[in-house]
């Protein structure tokens, strides 16, 4: 079975420019974790879906970050504009139910680097 | 909010030895407590998690052990391989909502 998909895998851009990175959720995950991974750091969550409504996006910069899960299955995370301390690894998890015994499978991520 | 904090930052073992890392928790309504592993290029993966009415859990070479009156829990790997090189990282939240994680212990195992 397949993992957590994400692309693109790496991203250069120049500031204030916009990005935008895609997730492919486990067939069947309900619930949806964008997070951000600072260099040397641990992940720190971004957002949190369940199915496709936003249950927590306290830590989401909202000025300038959005995220997306329509359908309930894959999303979008877009940065606009992206500025230079952007530049981080952003990953995605899913997880089969909320509350219960289920493990966050994370993503390989998408590289970004702000110029 | 929940604040978890992991020592040692780096740790470096000859093959074969034991490797301890340890976390503390500051919330005590936290009661999940997974382990991940990272290796390079790759995205965090469970090696062994914990909940908060066991004490101990094994599995093979891994173990974590969890003190909630001290608020802190262990990872232990013994007989250290050197596959078993790459970041570790101690996680803790409240049920299964957002993971708080530490910083993360780089382990490096020496042939």
């Known amino acids: 079975e397949a993992g957590v998909v994400q692309s693109p895998r790496y991203k250069i851009i120049e500031k204030k420019q916009p990005v935008a990175f895609w997730c492919n959720p486990i067939?069947?995950?309900?619930?949806l974790y964008w997070y951000l991974q600072n260099l040397g750091q641990g992940p720190e969550l971004l957002i949190r879906?369940?199915?496709?409504?936003?249950?927590?996006d306290s830590q989401l910069p909202k000025d300038r970050f959005s995220a997306e899960r329509l359908k309930g299955v894959d999303s979008t995370l877009k940065i606009q504009p992206a500025e230079l301390g952007d530049s981080a690894v952003y990953l995605c998890?899913?997880?089969?139910?909320?509350?219960?015994?289920?493990?966050?499978?994370f993503g390989p991520g998408t590289r970004l680097t702000v110029l | 909010g929940e604040n978890v904090e992991q020592h040692p930052s780096t740790l470096s073992v000859q093959e074969g030895d034991s490797a301890v890392i340890k976390c503390t928790y500051s919330?005590?309504?936290?009661?999940?407590f997974p382990w991940y592993k990272q290796e390079l290029g790759k995205g965090p993966q469970l090696i062994i998690d914990?909940?908060?009415?066991?004490g101990e859990k094994k599995d093979q070479r891994i173990a974590v052990t969890l003190n909630k009156t001290a608020k802190h829990f262990s990872l232990h790997i013994t007989e250290t391989q050197p596959e078993d090189s790459a970041v570790y990282f101690c996680?803790?939240?409240?049920?299964?909502?957002?993971?708080?994680f530490g910083k993360g212990t780089s382990l490096l195992v020496t042939p």
């Open positions: 998890a899913s997880s089969l139910d909320l509350g219960t015994d289920n493990e966050q499978f």
């Open positions: 067939s069947g995950h309900n619930t």
């Open positions: 879906y369940e199915n496709e409504e936003a249950v927590d």
């Open positions: 919330d005590s309504a936290s009661n999940y």
């Open positions: 914990i909940r908060s009415n066991v």
């Open positions: 996680a803790a939240s409240v049920f299964d909502y957002a993971l708080n």
